[in-house]
Every structure is written in structure tokens, then in C-alpha cells.
């Protein structure tokens, strides 16, 4: 399984970046996004044409995280219309909020299935993803992707009071928000992690790696590692457009 950053920037991407999207490769060759921000589609075309997709996960639908989904619409249409692809596009997301999510809808072109707490579906005979709810101010889906070797752990956006301890430990990755600075965190955050709770969560999980993803463009990357080594005593890296990790 590998895991390629196609975007970690929120809420608004760097020169050059995107707003979260996170390309799964299956070992069975399956292509898989989790989330699809401002940017993603840029990044993705590096790799393969948008329209190989096989699956879009969207945690939720906040614009930072579905913004390039309603340009992925085209990018299928145009594919199927020429032949280049015969099958719609699936893709889970939340239903609510129901302003957004009636627009994921795109003719024949989409095939929408529900993201909730119950989901669990396969993306190829080894591999898996399933969903937990977390702490966000819409409904928002922590995904858990697992083949027979690995568990990849994306957090979504989370507030601290997500039950964490539904989901499972010792994730080989553990992809997690961390929105603010200690010294930027509002009083009363509950829909977001600072540096240094992502470095707590990921100790609770006893994450083999975590990767700190969701980060304000304009931070400091030596500032947000640093305060998340504060808390974190495992091996850590700043997410970054074009980083992949490679499970074997
Ligand atoms: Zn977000």
C-alpha cells in the first residue's frame, strides 16, 4: 500500500500546494483519494489522470477538503463521454450538510454512497477502509485503511473530544490535523487540533509514524515540529505535497 500527499495545507493552500487530498494505492494497483481540496487535481495529474480514479473518500464537506471534487465531475464526464472510462466514479461522503452533499450528484457520472459511523467497505480483496465519527462541527469520518500488513489512520479534522480509543491501535501511519500553534489556539477549539494535542493523540494510539497534516501556510514548519515533538515520542514527519510513504 502507498500513500502519496497530494494536499495538507488548510485552509487555503501554499504556493505550489492543495488543501487536503491523500492518494491510496492498494498493492492490487487500486486508486483510491481521501479527500479532495483546493489544488488536489494539479498534484493528482502528476501521478495519473484524474479520471483513473477508483474510489473518493470525503471526510466531510467543508470547501477545504471538496473544493477540486466538483472539477473531478468534469474530468469523469469528459473520460466517460470518450470512452476512456466506462464506469461512474463511486464515492462516499456524508449526507449532511444537505446543501453540499445534493451537489455530489453529477448525472451518471457519480455513483454517491453514504460515508457514516457504520461504513466498511472493501477496495480490493486485500484491503479495506472503514469510518469512525469525530469531533468536527459537521459530520466528519475518520478513515481507517487496512490491507493484511498495514493500517493507514487518517484523522480527518478532529476536535480533541473525538473518541479516539474506538479506533484501533499501533497504526503503522497516523495522519493527523494539527490546525494550530500552541500560542494560536482559540479557547474554546473544539473542532480542531493544536501541535502539540496531535502529538498526545498520537501517543494514545501508539502510532508507529505520525504524519501532521492540515497545516496554515504561513506557520513555521521548524515551529509546528517542534511543538509536536513536545508531547509526540514517536518518529514523525510534516506532511508536504509530494511526500509518499510506501508500506511494504
Ligand atoms: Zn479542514
Not at 491510496?24 to 502528476?46: A, F, Y
Not at 468534469?74 to 456524508?94: D, E, F, H, N
Not at 475518520?142 to 480509543?165: C, F, M, P, R, V
Not at 501517543?203 to 515551529?223: E, I, S
Request: charged share 20%; with cysteine.
Amino acid at each position: 500500500m502507498q500513500l502519496t500527499v497530494l494536499g495538507c495545507h488548510s485552509p487555503f493552500p501554499a504556493p505550489d500546494g492543495a488543501t487536503p487530498g491523500y492518494l491510496i494505492t492498494t498493492k492490487s494497483g487500486k486508486q483510491v483519494l481521501l479527500d479532495c481540496g483546493s489544488g488536489v487535481l494539479s498534484q493528482l495529474i502528476k501521478y495519473i489522470p484524474p479520471y483513473d480514479l477508483d474510489m473518493v473518500i470525503l471526510s466531510h464537506l467543508h470547501h477545504d477538503h471538496i473544493a477540486d471534487f466538483f472539477v473531478l465531475q468534469y474530468a469523469i464526464m469528459v473520460a466517460i463521454k470518450q470512452g476512456w472510462r466506462t464506469k461512474p466514479l463511486q464515492i462516499y461522503a456524508p449526507i449532511k450538510p444537505l446543501k453540499w452533499s445534493k451537489n455530489l450528484y453529477y448525472g451518471d457520472y457519480i455513483d454517491v454512497r453514504e460515508l457514516n459511523e457504520k461504513t466498511w467497505t472493501e477496495l480490493d480483496e486485500d484491503t479495506t477502509v472503514r469510518s469512525y465519527r469525530t469531533n468536527h462541527s459537521v459530520p466528519c469520518y475518520a478513515l481507517e485503511i487496512q490491507d493484511q500488513k498495514h493500517i493507514i489512520l487518517y484523522g480527518a479534522d478532529s476536535g480533541y473530544e473525538t473518541n479516539w480509543n474506538q479506533m484501533k491501535k499501533n497504526p503503522d501511519v497516523f495522519i493527523c490535523e494539527a490546525t494550530y500553534l500552541e500560542s494560536d489556539m482559540p479557547a474554546n477549539a473544539k473542532d480542531h487540533l493544536s501541535t502539540c494535542q496531535a502529538g498526545e493523540i498520537a501517543n494514545l494510539l501508539n502510532a508507529k509514524h505520525l504524519v501532521v497534516t492540515h497545516l496554515f501556510p504561513f506557520y513555521d514548519r521548524d515551529d509546528l515540529l517542534h511543538e509536536v515533538m513536545s508531547t509526540y515520542k514517536g518518529f514523525c514527519d510534516l506532511a508536504q505535497t509530494g511526500f509518499i510513504l510506501n508500506l511494504k
